[in-house]
């Protein structure tokens, strides 16, 4: 079956410090894995996303993410958090680059303490 | 461009009565996609579309109903609204022949139903 699963469902973080969310799948198919973010009462922005090459990716407000595929993960990182950076978070994999028909992950919501 | 909009933002339902969920894009895309969000649910994917013509079912796609005549419009129909079927649907949209933007899924605002 084609699942993402996130396993923490929340994650509080103290400004400044790293911040790693986890992010495993279960896809039949080469996988097309990526991270989306979305504030309180908005629509979904895309962070990143990893189709083939370098394992590990880039995205935007300073998040990467790794790629291993022999763990079945895509987990995303960021070096040191801002209190703007408090959202919910989700992963999604899909069957190909252009991000159509998704399955997602329940999401992270990240709190940021001061 | 206005992007992927969708019509209405709030709607209040009957248990049994139909309506259907707009949405529309501007950029030529070939894929649309239809996702409810509950909470601590996520995303689940209802039904997509990779053409106009061409539709098939996601995860959850019991009770709607997709159709796809044209490439801009992707019309959500919920047939016999039950109480379960209260959630925010969320319109999504991929992949222009046309652009060099082949890899970007925009999403449009949500609509945000009650079936009472």
């Known amino acids: 079956a084609q699942s993402v699963t996130q396993p923490d469902i929340h994650i509080t973080v103290s400004e400044g410090a790293s911040l790693e969310l986890r992010c495993n799948y279960s896809?039949?198919?080469?996988?097309?894995l990526f991270w989306y973010v979305q504030s309180p009462g908005q629509g979904l922005q895309l962070l990143l996303k990893?189709?083939?090459?370098?394992?590990l990716v880039q995205g935007i407000k300073g998040f990467e993410a790794e790629f291993k595929r022999s763990q079945s993960s895509f987990n995303l990182r960021k070096p040191s958090v801002h209190w703007s950076d408090a959202a919910e978070y989700f992963c999604?994999?899909?069957?190909?680059?252009?991000?159509?028909?998704?399955?997602f992950g329940k999401g992270t919501t990240l709190s940021v303490s001061s | 461009n206005a992007g992927v909009t969708q019509t209405p933002k709030f709607q209040v339902l009957k248990t049994g009565q139909s309506m259907t969920l707009q949405c529309a894009q501007d950029m030529n895309h070939e894929y649309m996609s239809w996702y409810r969000q509950d909470p601590g649910m996520g995303l689940r994917l209802i039904h997509y579309s990779v053409g106009a013509g061409i539709t098939d079912q996601g995860e959850v796609p019991n009770g709607y109903n997709v159709s796809r005549s044209t490439t801009e419009d992707f019309p959500l129909r919920l047939l016999s609204a039950a109480p379960s079927q209260t959630s925010v649907y969320f319109c999504?949209?991929?992949?222009?022949?046309?652009?060099?933007?082949?890899?970007?899924?925009?999403f449009g605002p949500g609509t945000r139903l009650t079936v009472l």
């Open positions: 896809y039949g198919a080469t996988p097309y």
């Open positions: 990893y189709f083939s090459g370098d394992t």
């Open positions: 999504a949209s991929s992949y222009s022949r046309t652009s060099s933007d082949t890899d970007t899924q925009y």
């Open positions: 999604a994999v899909g069957p190909n680059q252009a991000g159509t028909a998704l399955i």
